[in-house]
């Protein structure tokens, strides 16, 4: 099973910064096959990066994926009052699918 | 756009089998993955398996056989039987649906309490 470890826990920002997070994968994820997906309160997870880097329908250009192999990033570039939620990588590379523990961007 | 969503008790009794469904709109069924996760109160997600279009399907070993996703294309549904549930199986329960393994449409979601 690929164990995701994700970087930090819990980031504290003011809207206009820029967020940077961290997944790290135990072994070779395969074709990149890294996706984020963000959850607020109350709802489902929506998918923003898929492949590593590539955005999702509708996801707005500051979201932005980079990484390979076993080292992830997440972008914010500058964060909107919608954008603090909590933030989960996930591996379709190998079976079980795996996701990380979640950073939550919270306000500064 | 398909849209998914879950159904099913919201309370089941420790031991006893948990069984949801999955409604889709907006797809045939006839392609695709289909997927259950569940998150339970204030954790993580976990994947716990998927069923193909022709009726494959792939489990998460964690949950160690406990667990059946059946698919009913005449009806547009597919759905989760999880047996012998225990209070850890007490989560918001997920149906999704992606082109590949990729879990890239979900549903809102249902919540299954495991209590007597």
């Known amino acids: 099973e690929i164990v995701l470890t994700q970087s930090p826990g819990t980031l504290s920002l003011s809207p206009g910064e820029r967020a940077t997070l961290s997944c790290r994968a135990s072994?070779?994820?395969?074709?990149?096959?890294l996706a984020w997906f963000q959850q607020r309160p109350g709802q489902a997870p929506r998918l923003l990066i898929y492949?590593?880097?590539n955005r999702a329908t509708d996801v707005p250009g500051r979201f932005s994926g980079s990484g390979s192999g076993t080292d992830f990033t997440l972008s914010i570039s500058r964060l909107e009052p919608e954008d603090f939620a909590v933030y989960y990588c996930?591996?379709?590379?190998?079976?079980?699918?795996?996701f990380g523990g979640g950073t939550r961007v919270e306000i500064k | 756009q398909v849209q998914l969503r879950e159904s099913g008790p919201g309370l089941v009794k420790p031991s006893e089998t948990l069984s949801l469904t999955c409604t889709v709109s907006?797809?045939?069924?006839?392609?695709?993955?289909w997927s259950w996760i569940r998150q339970p109160p204030g954790k993580g997600l976990e994947w716990l398996g998927l069923i193909y279009y022709n009726g494959n399907t792939n489990y998460n070993p964690s949950l160690k056989s406990r667990v059946i996703i059946s698919l009913d294309t005449s009806k547009n549904q597919f759905s989760l039987r999880l047996r012998s549930v225990t209070a850890a199986d007490t989560a918001m329960y997920f149906c999704?649906?992606?082109?590949?393994?990729?879990?890239?449409?979900w549903g809102q979601g249902t919540l299954v309490t495991v209590s007597s």
């Open positions: 999704t649906r992606g082109s590949g393994w990729l879990p890239d449409n």
């Open positions: 072994q070779d994820v395969t074709k990149n096959s």
């Open positions: 907006g797809d045939s069924m006839t392609s695709d993955y």
């Open positions: 492949d590593a880097t």
């Open positions: 996930q591996q379709s590379s190998h079976s079980p699918l795996t």
